[in-house]
């Protein structure tokens, strides 16, 4: 059926027994909410795959034709009883030229949770079988319609919360991450070439006149460029996942409580008996519009009590991972204990500490010490102008991203950590004076990490795991 072709909504010229029946999954027809679950005034239904429109025109009474991409209004009914569920507006998509790649069609019906139940339980008995999580955009990779790092910006897309996360998201799924790591991949191919050459014609005088430093030029500009990404994970990791931001400090210095005010809920037990945080707390929250992930740790000190040291020593240790530490202190603090928590998170670098003076209304008007912020939980007084730095600190790791590509996701960073490997063996093969097969054999390795970052993958274990994060609709 070609795309100019207009597409018949009259039952009568299509099959009446269901046409999925013996295929294998990926050839069925599924269908699904698209849109959010709940009350709504729209909602969208999904229909993808070989059957659309067989099962499209059993919806129907009408015999009018659809002309692809247009909109109709329709009446959708029940085959069983006739009943009218509801007057709703259809569009239909022509195989390739659909974002599954596959013959598809919208269903915007009115969103009440009766009528969308029932249009899908139609469909199903008219042989569509219910989507998995993320499976119309896994049929799109398959198809060809986007790389794997493309479906990945999807996701990420659908998930957005901030403006840093949505910045993450859209260089992905607009395709220009994969675009980049195609343009490597084909560098590396083109010095494959060189080598190749030298391989398989080693008596031609013009295939050895191949200087091998071309070929350590080109692939010394893919390395310098697969470095550039990895530098970029700090920045782009925090724009995709947000800041990592760890509550530090002593038992009983208010970290539960601070935790409770930037989160705006009471999610951390708050007590007065010391140690009551035995193990640490994540939250992802919103804070001036920045994505951060909070981390109430537990009390650093001194301790012989097994279950707190080991509480101890996974404090230091997440502060040591964090990107911020708020080092925080309460202002009826003991000496002692100031002098214990400030020798224990002396190791922490400067730079990624902001010290906070808590319960600060107990001061009584004395200074804070140099450098530190003056809060208090109770009152809330200062946790606006900790809101304000933490924003900062946040804008100072996203401001740096360019329109350049990005490296987000831990896994296109361990795809790039072995491809740089395989290139570092390359560079030292070339200086050990190797054969041109094993230089060879490298670069193929290389071109195969890189390869895994946008979809040209092994194992369909990957693709499930990725695609099954994604909401049902997409």
């Known amino acids: 059926m070609s795309k100019s072709k207009q597409i018949s909504l009259d039952s009568k010229h299509y099959s009446k027994s269901p046409a999925n029946a013996g295929l294998s999954s990926t050839s069925q027809t599924i269908a699904s909410l698209a849109s959010g679950s709940g009350l709504a005034a729209v909602s969208i239904i999904r229909i993808s795959g070989p059957d659309s429109f067989r099962v499209l025109a059993g919806l129907t009474k009408s015999t009018k034709s659809i002309e692809p991409r247009s909109m109709i209004l329709a009446s959708i009914i029940d085959p069983e009883n006739s009943d009218v569920i509801d007057e709703s507006m259809l569009t239909c998509f022509v195989g390739p030229h659909s974002f599954t790649g596959e013959d598809s069609v919208e269903v915007f019906c009115h969103g009440g949770p009766y009528i969308v139940n029932r249009i899908l339980s139609v469909l199903y008995r008219q042989g569509c079988r219910p989507a998995e999580p993320g499976e119309y955009t896994r049929r799109a990779f398959l198809n060809g319609k986007l790389d794997l790092t493309a479906a990945e910006g999807i996701r990420e897309l659908v998930e957005a919360g901030s403006h840093q996360q949505w910045l993450a998201a859209r260089q992905l799924a607009t395709g220009r991450l994969g675009q980049y790591i195609q343009d490597l991949r084909r560098e590396i191919v083109g010095a494959m070439a060189f080598l190749e050459a030298r391989i398989d014609f080693p008596d031609e005088g013009d295939t050895q006149g191949v200087a091998l430093d071309h070929v350590k030029e080109r692939v010394s500009s893919v390395s310098a460029q697969v470095k550039r990404l990895q530098d970029s994970y700090s920045n782009g990791r925090v ?7 760890a509550i530090a400090g002593a038992p009983n210095m208010g970290k539960s409580s601070l935790m409770n005010s930037l989160l705006d809920k009471d999610r951390a037990i708050v007590t007065d008996i010391a140690g009551t945080t035995r193990d640490y707390i994540e ?5 001036k519009g920045r994505l951060i992930r909070l981390v109430d740790t537990a009390g650093i000190r001194s301790t012989e009590e097994v279950v707190e040291k080991i509480g101890v020593e996974s404090s230091l240790k997440l502060a040591r991972e964090a990107d911020l530490v708020l080092v925080l202190v309460a202002a009826n603090a003991s000496e002692s204990e ?6 224990a998170t002396k190791s922490l670098p400067e730079e990624k500490c902001l010290r906070v003076v808590n319960k600060v209304d107990l001061l009584g008007g004395e200074n804070l010490p140099n450098g530190a912020m003056g809060i208090s939980c109770t009152s809330g007084l ?6 304000d730095e933490i924003a900062k ?3 100072s790791y996203v401001g740096q991203l360019t329109e350049e590509p990005f490296v987000t996701s831990a896994r296109h960073m361990e795809a790039l950590r072995e491809a740089r490997e395989f290139l570092d063996q390359f560079f030292s093969g070339l200086d050990e004076g190797l054969y041109e097969e094993i230089l060879a054999f490298e670069l193929q390795n290389a071109v195969r990490s890189l390869s895994s970052i946008i979809g040209d993958v092994e194992h369909d274990d990957l693709l499930d795991r990725i695609f099954s994060e994604f909401c049902v609709g997409k």
Not at 239 to 245: Q, T
């Open 393 to 395: 600190r946040v804008d």
């Open 338 to 343: 100031q002098k214990f928590f400030s020798d």
């Open 382 to 387: 200062g946790l606006d102008e900790l809101r």
């Open 239 to 245: 724009a995709s996942s947000g800041l990592m931001v």
């Open 283 to 287: 939250e992802r929250c919103i804070v």
